[in-house]
């Protein structure tokens, strides 16, 4: 308002500077302006406050909203689903109190199984939390609706709640969204994710390039080993390296190949007499041919061994075999897998090379091998675990949970399906007397995976020690809150 | 009485409150309780041998609890109250048990002892002499204030952010000496202006202006009429006394709560209800402190309806109120809401023309919406004219999600043009979004 801008204008430069007032007032303030500008008994300080004063109340009495036409709002599209059941919402507001994502994720999926809705005060609490949750984010989006869709339109931070189809988020989305959606195409549809990381290459920067390649390490074919092996030409170093890494997990690419030719020469199993010919028996010859093609050493191999105990040539195979997917093996032997494994394991020398054939059966993700090895082997590979399927892989895990237990809770608490009973007995049996390490946000954040039967069991697992104790007991009644919230959300929907 | 858990959740004195209040309302931690028309009871086996008995008076709502807890209400308290928001049909109609009688009856026998005790008289001479004694030492105060004023405005503003707290700090405590801690607050509060936001300079002279027309006015005093002197001693920081006031006449109404704000300094809370009288189309402002979780007489949680009492202080537009007497806690009828910001400009100036010092004030709105406009968000009326959302207000996407573009019936708090939604109608419930 001019008359107040005047005002502050002289009061910013002070009376002394600047004495003027705003002048002439219009006829709602003349008479008021002019009774004080002509009253001799005041100083110029105050005259200047009752003018202010007098310019302040006509601001504020006369303050009238500004009209804009043009100036709407879309509103938000009517919901197809129907918002789920106050019991339901409730749960979800002390889930929201615990700030437990594992039991947010737990309740999101129920809700969305059931094709429900939350009601649209929720709808910006989940939106926020969905900003720091990439995990949740899909099943956030599904169970806010068409509102939350809305919403996210007005807080870039929320643009994740787009309703793109995947093809305009690749063209058009952020590179994280981009990222996620070729990770998930290429699991779909790995052709097509070919084809769209292959369109847009020239144009991506390094930095992009890395990321998105990084993201196509899923469901790898001998379909995608031509365009891999072109980027072997890559300027970036580290594009170079992903590339070679990703190829290392394809049979068919010439790198496999190469090692498959390799150790061809270096492994052969022989036929020898034995009781003086009477008889004779399979052995298994392990040594490098002497002439190695030199090129196997720019592709990551190693030449020499970093431990005194393991020779070069050691060294060498190890690294070999396990880049080599173990069906090789039966071809090469032209033997079945239990076969191929015992015809290592007879001698010492050659059990030496399994640990390596362990290590080729998870990076070819083979998973009959997987399950060989773990049912028959005594030793521990916990690369395996996530090829089996969870009877075998919790028996696994079992046979080895004493000697390897911190890993296996590792391992555990990155699974997604809910523990077995036996699993988390033995899991809390470690847990309970480790409670400064497991307190209660390791339980908070893997409830979803503790089954709720445990609950009547916790008091089972309370360590001797005293200290621990009173620490376990506390624990164990978050568990007993966490386990009965977990127990309502299969109940509300 | 029925309350959404939202409503008791406003009830708790903090946060660990709602938080342990929320653990207790399972069912599993309550060995008994029950419900009659005058109370809600129940017994929370604690970590003792003998439960704890927990009250609501659920008339005037109010707790007790054998609890040692000093808070107010306690996590029982809110735990017994948030299960009955929740569950209704779990708590029996039953005849109240012995303790929660006693307890009914000594709260009727306290507010006939209280009346009794207002009859007790007072030594008005003394009383005339010290109000005296104080408007002397009032004035002396404001001739300080008025010079410190007019060096400032002499001076110029625009060094002002360059000065530190004690140029404000040593005359607000000037101000305490004076006995006018109403002035006190008000230069404190010029102190804290936001020297880096823009248009510090408009907030600044606003507010010193202010100041110079309380203080000028109350040198002034005897030209004013009775009720304008009433507000000029209130904002001067004279008190007036709860149990003169309640000896008057009141407003009986059904009175909904549309607004409560809390605001913590050192150990004070300070608890701002407004009010609004379903009958008597009358906004209020209840003010209740607190030291340290006590001192609250009136658990009051938005969107709660109590049928009470009000008094109001004395003034040219009477605002602020005490609750004389809370009769029951219940539901009513309709509300009347203003159908656009016109009508409250009109309503405003009706306010300022007369109390022209005059802060925010709270106003029932229909048919408003939340719309972006020139990089801010502003609120609607049906005629498209726009008034801007308050700065910093945190309750915008919660807003919007319960709008969805389409307009709501909205409960504002604000000057001008400048306002923040305190609550928004959905159907009956009265959902606060501040």
Not at chain 1, 251 to 259: A, K, R
Not at chain 1, 376 to 385: I, V
Request: glycine content about 6%; hydrophobic content about 40%.
């Amino acid at each position: 308002m001019e008359y107040w801008d005047d005002i502050i204008k002289t009061a910013m430069l002070g009376t002394e500077k600047k004495s003027s007032v705003p002048e002439p007032f219009n006829e709602d303030l003349n008479v008021a302006a002019a009774a004080i500008s002509q009253n001799a008994g005041i100083d110029r300080e105050e005259r200047f406050l009752q003018t202010a004063a007098l310019v302040l109340n006509y601001r504020q009495c006369g303050a009238t909203a500004m009209q804009q036409q043009e100036v709407t709002l879309p509103v938000a599209e009517k919901e197809e689903k129907t918002y789920c059941s106050t019991t339901a919402l409730q749960l979800l507001k002390d889930i929201l109190q615990q700030e437990s994502n594992s039991l947010l994720y737990l309740w999101l999926n129920r809700c969305n199984e059931k094709g429900l809705l939350v009601t649209p005060r929720l709808v910006p609490p989940l939106l926020q939390k969905a900003e720091q949750q990439k995990n949740l984010r899909e099943l956030i989006v599904q169970c806010c609706g068409k509102r939350g869709e809305w919403l996210a339109r007005f807080n870039p931070a929320w643009n994740f709640a787009s309703t793109l189809n995947d093809e305009e988020l690749w063209q058009t989305g952020t590179p994280e969204q981009r990222r996620q959606v070729l990770q998930r195409i290429k699991i779909t549809d790995a052709v097509k994710a070919g084809e769209w990381l292959r369109q847009t290459w020239p144009q991506e920067n390094a930095a992009g390039k890395l990321e998105l390649l990084k993201a196509f390490a899923v469901n790898l074919t001998s379909q995608d080993v031509e365009w891999l092996e072109s980027l072997l030409t890559e300027k970036s170093q580290r594009i170079k390296e992903e590339a070679l890494n990703q190829l290392k997990q394809i049979p068919s690419s010439g790198i496999v190949q190469q090692y498959q030719q390799v150790l061809q020469q270096a492994v052969v199993l022989k036929k020898e007499k034995a009781l003086l010919g009477l008889s004779s028996k399979l052995v298994l010859q392990i040594q490098l041919p002497a002439a190695v093609d030199e090129t196997i050493f720019t592709s990551g191999i190693e030449k020499l061994s970093s431990q005194s105990k393991i020779t070069d040539e050691q060294h060498i195979l190890q690294q070999l075999i396990s880049h080599v997917p173990p069906d090789f093996w039966e071809a090469h032997f032209n033997e079945p897998p239990t076969q191929v494994l015992q015809i290592f394991e007879k001698e010492k020398a050659t059990a030496f090379y399994v640990p390596a054939i362990a290590a080729a059966t998870a990076n070819f993700k083979n998973k009959n091998w997987a399950a060989l090895i773990a049912d028959t082997g005594s030793a521990y590979y916990p690369e395996l675990l996530p090829l089996l399927d969870a009877p075998l892989r919790d028996k696994y895990l079992l046979k080895h949970f004493e000697k390897e237990a911190a890993e296996a809770v590792t391992f555990l608490s990155g699974t997604q399906q809910e523990w077995s009973l036996d699993i988390t007995r033995a899991l809390l049996q470690y847990t309970a007397k480790n409670t400064y390490q497991y307190n209660r946000s390791f339980y908070k954040e893997h409830i979803h995976l503790l089954p709720t039967q445990i609950g009547g069991e916790l008091q089972q697992f309370a360590p001797k020690e005293e200290y621990l104790l009173n620490l376990w007991n506390n624990i164990s009644e978050y568990i007993h809150k966490l386990l009965y919230l977990k127990y309502q959300a299969g109940q509300v929907f | 009485m029925q309350l959404l858990e939202e409503q008791v959740l406003n009830l708790a004195p903090d946060e660990s409150s709602k938080k342990a209040g929320k653990e207790l309302s399972s069912p599993s931690k309550w060995v008994s309780k029950g419900i009659s028309d005058k109370a809600l009871w129940g017994e929370c086996q604690g970590s003792g041998s003998k439960p704890y008995q927990t009250q609501v008076d659920i008339v005037n709502l109010a707790f007790k609890c054998s609890c040692p807890s000093r808070k107010f209400p306690c996590k029982h308290g809110l735990g017994l109250l948030l299960q009955y928001s929740r569950n209704t049909q779990s708590f029996a109609l039953t005849e109240e048990p012995a303790w929660v009688q006693e307890w009914i009856s000594k709260r009727a026998d306290k507010e006939e002892k209280k009346a009794e005790k207002a009859d007790k008289s007072v030594d008005t001479a003394a009383q005339a002499k010290r109000l005296k004694a104080r408007e002397e030492n009032v004035l002396a105060g404001i001739e300080e204030l008025l010079l410190w004023i007019k060096d400032i405005v002499r001076n110029g503003i625009l060094d002002i952010p360059g000065k530190d707290a004690g140029f404000f700090n040593s005359v607000s405590k000037r101000m305490i000496d004076a006995q006018a801690p109403g002035l006190a607050g008000m230069v404190k509060s010029l102190g804290a202006v936001n020297f880096f936001a823009e248009g510090w300079q408009s907030i600044f002279l606003d507010q010193l202006v202010r100041i110079y027309l309380v203080a000028i006015g109350f040198r002034n005093r005897d030209m004013q009429s009775p009720l304008l002197q009433e507000d000029l001693k209130t904002f001067i920081g004279f008190t007036q006394s709860q149990e003169e006031l309640k000896e008057q006449p009141g407003i009986d109404d059904y009175w909904l709560v549309i607004g409560k704000q809390v605001a913590e300094e050192e150990s004070l809370t300070t608890e701002r209800n407004w009010l609004y009288g379903a009958k008597s189309k009358q906004y209020a402002l209840v003010l209740q402190f607190s030291v340290r979780g006590q001192g609250i007489t009136f658990s009051l949680t938005t969107g709660m309806w109590i049928q009470a009492e009000l008094v109001f202080y004395a003034s040219v537009h009477p605002l602020r109120a005490i609750i004389k007497k809370q009769v029951s806690t219940k539901t009513p009828g309709t509300l009347e809401a203003l159908t656009g910001w016109q009508q409250v400009a009109a309503n405003e100036t009706a306010v300022f023309s007369q109390l022209p010092f005059a802060g925010e004030r709270v106003f029932i709105m229909e048919k408003i919406k939340p719309v972006y406009y020139n990089q801010q968000w502003w609120l609607a009326d049906a005629d498209n004219r726009l008034v801007r959302l308050k700065e910093g207000y945190a309750g915008i996407y919660t807003l919007l999600s319960l709008s969805g573009g389409d307009a709501l019936n909205m409960a504002v708090l604000g000057k001008e043009n400048v306002y923040e939604p305190l609550g928004i109608w959905q159907g009956n419930d009265y959902i606060s979004v501040n």
